[in-house]
């Protein structure tokens, strides 16, 4: 059975999606436009050489600028200060008072939970706000009103 050329590059443009589904690198879905832009070169009868080309530049060119796209996003903050993967960052709690070390013991979510407090702040009872969760800690910080 004879395939056409366009045919192995809309193959390869398949595994290279495959690929970035099974791993995750949105770069692999780049490559794959790269190939389906020689597929459809193929499909228009340009020579092999331009084929490749075509692959080459729309595959660099889509990598560099999802990469340029990427660099110039706003980073995250860390996973444990990270609002969208921790709910309970922003949430308020109630001290009633601190021990000598930091640490306090606060009531948050019907459960006691151990908390201290984050550097640079100031250990003084009443309403805080979590900054982060480590492990089963609560980093603590004063609320602003």
């Given amino acids: 059975m004879d395939m056409s050329v366009s045919t192995l590059w809309w193959i390869l443009a398949g595994v290279a999606v495959a690929a970035e589904l ?13 190939l389906a832009a020689a597929a459809i070169a193929a499909h228009i009868g340009l020579p092999p050489a331009l084929q490749i080309v075509t692959a080459a530049v729309v595959g660099a060119g889509a990598t560099a600028l999802w990469h340029w796209k990427r660099s110039r996003d706003p980073k995250s903050a860390p996973v444990e200060e990270n609002r969208d993967v921790n709910l309970d960052i922003g949430e308020r709690v109630q001290v009633t008072t601190w021990a000598a070390d930091g640490t306090a013991r606060v009531i ?16 003084a009872p009443g309403p805080h706000r979590v900054a982060a969760v480590e492990g089963n800690w609560l980093v603590l910080a004063p609320a602003s009103h």
């Fill in 22 to 34: 099974t791993t995750g690198t949105f770069y692999l879905l780049m490559v794959a436009l790269g």
């Fill in 108 to 123: 948050y979510r019907g459960s006691t939970w151990a908390a201290r407090l984050q550097p640079g702040a100031v250990a």
